[in-house]
C-alpha cells in the first residue's frame, strides 16, 4: 500500500518533487486539468442555479484510472498544485473525481520548488479553498455563457464559424480602435535646428558639441529666416548648470513585466516567455511565474545582500521592500526570482539560460544602490536672434544597479539623445559654428500594439489576470481577429536647410517611415466583428464592465460574494440581449462602397466574404442586364476600411496572362491563399515582395524553375516497379510515403541506400497509426 500519493499537474514538476520527498512518498501527474464543462446545453444548468456539469475529458480517462486506483490505496493524497485559482480548480477536480475522502485529503501549496519549500509545504498543509475554486468556477462557466450564446449570434449575422468572447473581444476591440486611430491621424511637420561647435579644449584640441534651439519652427519660412540671422551672429555660452540626479531600480518582475522585457530584450512572444518560465519553474529554478505582486521574502533579500557585497562590494548594496500597486493582487505572494539568488546562471535549453539571466538580473538589481549621474546643461545664445540652443550631457559618477540591469522602455526608438561626456565649458565662452541644420520632422503616429505594450494595457485597464494575458493574446491571434507580422514603411520627402557658403541652402529628401516589426494588426473579419459586438453588446465589449467583473472574481475569491448571484445578475440581461440581436439586428459583412468604375458604370465595393475580404464590381442579382458580379479577392496588407477605388479597380486586371511558357500559359492571379503564378496546371506562390499586378514574366519562369528544383530535392528515390513507393526529403528529414500513408526511418538509417525489400520491410514493422476518437458536432 502507498503510504503518501502527491498529485501535481505536469510530470516536470513531479520529477524534480520527487527528488526532495522519501520513499514514503509517490509523486504522480494529472497532465493538467482533467475535468471540463460538457459541450453539450452549454455544459451549465442556468435553471439550477447555474450547475456545472463537469465531464471527464476523453484524453485523460486512462490517468484518471490510474490516480483513481492509487488514491484508494493510499493512506494520504496530497493535492500539490500550483497556488493561484486554478491550481486550486485542479485539487478540487481531482478530489472529485477521484472521490477521494476529506479526511485523507491534503491540499499543499508552494511558491518555489525547493527542497526547503516543499518540506514546510508538507508541515503545514491546509483544505481546498472553495473561495478560490468558485471564483475560477465563475470565471469559466461566464466565459462559456458569453462564448456559447454571442458566437451563434455570430455565424447568423457576420459569418460562420466565428467566436466570440468575453475578454479576447475586448483585447481586439484595443487593437481595432487603435489601428483606426492611425489611420485618421495626420500629421504635422515642424523644423528642428541643430547645430554642432567647435570647441577647444585646456590643451587646444578641438572637439565638437551637438546643440539643439529650444524652439522648433512651424514652417519652412520661419526656419529659413532664423538660419539667416545666424549667419552673421556670435554664439556665446550664457550658462553652464550642473545638477546632481540618481536612477533608481525597477521592481523584480510580476507575470506583466516579465513579458514586457522579455519582449523587448530577447524577443520573446508573451506565450514563449510563459512557455520558458513553466520549464524553469517545474525545474526549480524560479519562483511560481503568475503573480503580480512584487515582494521578495526576507531569505531571498538576505541572500541577494550577500551575492552583491561578494561580487561588487558594500557600497553597491541597498536593501528594498516593494509593495504591489496593481489593483486586485491576488494570484501569488512573491514575485518572480530565482529560488537561489547566488546561482546566476542555470542549465537547460538557450532560451531558458536566456530568461533565468534576465530574472537573475532583474532581482539583484532591485537590491542594489541608486546610480548616481551628473547632468550638465549649456545654454548657448545667438546674438541675432532671441532663441537659444541646448546642449545636454550626463555623466554617471557611480553605476549602482546599472552594472547589472537596465529596464528598457518601449519608444527606445524614439529616445535617442545623445547624451554623454560634454567638453569643459564656462560662461561667456564664444563658439564656431561648423554646421547649422534646420531638418523637417513629423509627429509621430499613434504606435502599434506589440504583444508586450498590450500586456501592459490589458493590465492598466484591469483587463484579465496574470494566468491570463498569455491565453488572451494567442486566441485572438488563433481565431484570426488580429495578426502578427512585419509591414514595409512608406516613402516620403521633407525639406532640410542648412548653412553653405555665407547663405541657407534648400534640399528636399526622402525617407522611409512606418517599419514594423512583430506589431498586432487587426484583421478585416477582427474589425468587422468588433463593430457588430459594439453595436449589438455593447455591455460585455465596455472596458469597464471587463474589469468590473475581474473585482468581482476578487470577492468572490475572498469569500465575500455569492458566485452564483453574480452570474444571474449578468445573465438576465446579457441573454436578453442575445435575444434582440438574433431577432432584430442586420446581417454585418463590412460591405463598403468606393465609388463607380469609369469603363463599365457599374459599382465598386468591398466586403467580407465566404472566404475573407473580396472587392465586388456590379451589383448582386441585377435584373437589367442578368449579368453575375465580378468578384476579386484582396492581397494581403490591403484592408476593407483603407483600400481606394483605384486599388480595387487593379484587383480585376487578375488574372494577368504572361506569356507561353514551354508552349503553355503563364497567368498570375490571387486566390483564398493568396497570390500565385499558375504553369501546366501548377501553382507556384509569389514571395512576399512579389506583386501580381506587376510581376515580370522572367520573374514567374524563376518562381517556376526554383519550385522544380525543390521538388526534384524532395523525391530521394523512385521504383518503377511499385509507382507508389517513394522515398522523400520531408521537413523534419527523410521518410517512406507508400498509398498515401507515410513512415518515419530507423535512426541511422541511410535514405539513398534504401532498396525496395527494406522500403517494404519498414512499412511491414512499423506501428499502426493511432486513432483517433471523432468529435461529434
Not at 502527491?6 to 520527498?21: G, H, N, Q, R, W
Not at 486512462?62 to 483513481?68: D, Q
Request: hydrophobic share 35%.
Amino acid at each position: 500500500m502507498t503510504e503518501n500519493l502527491v498529485i501535481v499537474e505536469s510530470p516536470a514538476k513531479a520529477k524534480t518533487i520527487e527528488k526532495f520527498l522519501g520513499k514514503d512518498f509517490l509523486v504522480k501527474s494529472s497532465f493538467g486539468h482533467i475535468r471540463d464543462l460538457e459541450k453539450k446545453e452549454f455544459g451549465v444548468d442556468i435553471e439550477n442555479n447555474f450547475k456545472p456539469n463537469y465531464i471527464i475529458s476523453y484524453d485523460k480517462k486512462s490517468v484518471v484510472k490510474e490516480l483513481k486506483g492509487l488514491a484508494k490505496e493510499a493512506k494520504t493524497v496530497w493535492l500539490a498544485s500550483d497556488e493561484d485559482r486554478e491550481g486550486e480548480a485542479i485539487a478540487w477536480h481531482l478530489q472529485e473525481a477521484l472521490n477521494i475522502d476529506d479526511n485523507k485529503t491534503r491540499r499543499i501549496v508552494f511558491h518555489e520548488i525547493t527542497k526547503n519549500a516543499i518540506l514546510e509545504a508538507i508541515q503545514s498543509p491546509r483544505s481546498i479553498d472553495k473561495n478560490l475554486v468558485n471564483a475560477q468556477q465563475a470565471r469559466r462557466i461566464l466565459d462559456r455563457l458569453v462564448g456559447f450564446e454571442v458566437s451563434p449570434v455570430l455565424w447568423k449575422k457576420v459569418k460562420p464559424q466565428l467566436s466570440a468572447g468575453r475578454v479576447q473581444s475586448v483585447a481586439v476591440r484595443l487593437i481595432v480602435e487603435r489601428e483606426r486611430e492611425i489611420t485618421a491621424f495626420v500629421p504635422t511637420s515642424a523644423f528642428r535646428v541643430q547645430a554642432v561647435f567647435i570647441v577647444a579644449d585646456d590643451k587646444g584640441k578641438l572637439t565638437k558639441l551637438k546643440a539643439e534651439l529650444n524652439k522648433r519652427f512651424k514652417t519652412k519660412e520661419e526656419a529659413q529666416a532664423f538660419l539667416e540671422k545666424c549667419i552673421n551672429s556670435e554664439f556665446e555660452v550664457s550658462d553652464v548648470i550642473k545638477k546632481p540626479a540618481k536612477r533608481t531600480p525597477a521592481a523584480p518582475f510580476t507575470t506583466s513585466t516579465l513579458q514586457q522585457e522579455a519582449s523587448r530584450k530577447l524577443g520573446f512572444s508573451v506565450s514563449q516567455t510563459m512557455s520558458v518560465a513553466q520549464r524553469l519553474y517545474e525545474s526549480g529554478y524560479i519562483t511560481y511565474m503568475r503573480t503580480d505582486s512584487v515582494n521578495l521574502s526576507s531569505l531571498a533579500i538576505n541572500t541577494a545582500k550577500s551575492k552583491i557585497i561578494q561580487l561588487f562590494g558594500d557600497d553597491y548594496s541597498q536593501t528594498r521592500k516593494y509593495k504591489t500597486s496593481s489593483k486586485g493582487a491576488q494570484e501569488a505572494h512573491e514575485a518572480i526570482r530565482p529560488t537561489y539568488m547566488e546561482n546566476e546562471s542555470v542549465s537547460g535549453s538557450k532560451q531558458e539560460q536566456r530568461l533565468y539571466e534576465l530574472i537573475w538580473k532583474r532581482s539583484l538589481a532591485s537590491q542594489m544602490s541608486d546610480a548616481k549621474l551628473e547632468k550638465t546643461t549649456i545654454n548657448i545664445k545667438v546674438s541675432n536672434a532671441s532663441e537659444f540652443f541646448v546642449a545636454t550631457g550626463e555623466v554617471i559618477k557611480f553605476d549602482g544597479f546599472l552594472k547589472v540591469y537596465m529596464e528598457s522602455t518601449d519608444d527606445e526608438e524614439e529616445n535617442h539623445g545623445e547624451a554623454g561626456l560634454l567638453p569643459p565649458m564656462k560662461k561667456n565662452d564664444i563658439l564656431k559654428h561648423e554646421t547649422i541644420e534646420a531638418v523637417e520632422r513629423f509627429s509621430l503616429r499613434p504606435p502599434r500594439y506589440t504583444e508586450a505594450s498590450l500586456v501592459k494595457k490589458l493590465e492598466e485597464q484591469g483587463i484579465g489576470r496574470p494566468s491570463t494575458y498569455a491565453p488572451i493574446i494567442t486566441t485572438v491571434q488563433n481565431r484570426g481577429y488580429v495578426v502578427k507580422e512585419d509591414r514595409p514603411g512608406e516613402e516620403r520627402a521633407f525639406t532640410t536647410l542648412s548653412i553653405a557658403n555665407g547663405t541657407v541652402k534648400e534640399e528636399v529628401k526622402k525617407e522611409n517611415y512606418g517599419t514594423e516589426k512583430s506589431k498586432l494588426f487587426p484583421t478585416d473579419i477582427g474589425s468587422v466583428v468588433t463593430d457588430f459586438l459594439m453595436k449589438n453588446f455593447d455591455m460585455i465589449m465596455d472596458y469597464n464592465f471587463t474589469a468590473k467583473v475581474e473585482e468581482q472574481f476578487d470577492t468572490i475569491a475572498e469569500g465575500k460574494q455569492e458566485w452564483n448571484k453574480i452570474l444571474a445578475d449578468f445573465y438576465k440581461p446579457f441573454h436578453k440581449q442575445v435575444e434582440t440581436t438574433l431577432e432584430v439586428s442586420e446581417k454585418a459583412n463590412g460591405e463598403r462602397l468606393l465609388g463607380t468604375d469609369e469603363k463599365t458604370g457599374k459599382p465598386v465595393s468591398v466586403k467580407i466574404g465566404r472566404y475573407g475580404p473580396l472587392a465586388q464590381l456590379g451589383e448582386t442579382g441585377d435584373a437589367e442586364t442578368d449579368e453575375k458580379p465580378k468578384f476579386a479577392s484582396l492581397q494581403p496588407g490591403m484592408s476593407i476600411e483603407t483600400i481606394s477605388l483605384e486599388q480595387a479597380l487593379d484587383l480585376f486586371k487578375l488574372p494577368r496572362d504572361l506569356g507561353d511558357y514551354e508552349e503553355k500559359k503563364v497567368t498570375v492571379a490571387v486566390g483564398r491563399f493568396g497570390p500565385y503564378v499558375r504553369h501546366d496546371n501548377k501553382f507556384v506562390s509569389l514571395d512576399k515582395s512579389d506583386d501580381p499586378l506587376t510581376v515580370t514574366f522572367e520573374r514567374a519562369i524563376e518562381l517556376i524553375e526554383a519550385k522544380r528544383e525543390k521538388d526534384r530535392k524532395a523525391v530521394i528515390k523512385t521504383f518503377d516497379d511499385e509507382p507508389e513507393l517513394r522515398v522523400l526529403n520531408g521537413r523534419w528529414g527523410p521518410y517512406i510515403a507508400f498509398k498515401k500513408k507515410n513512415y518515419k526511418l530507423p535512426k541511422g538509417t541511410n535514405a539513398e541506400e534504401l532498396d525496395f525489400d527494406n522500403c517494404m520491410k519498414i512499412i511491414k514493422e512499423a506501428p499502426e497509426p493511432r486513432k483517433t476518437k471523432r468529435k461529434k458536432k
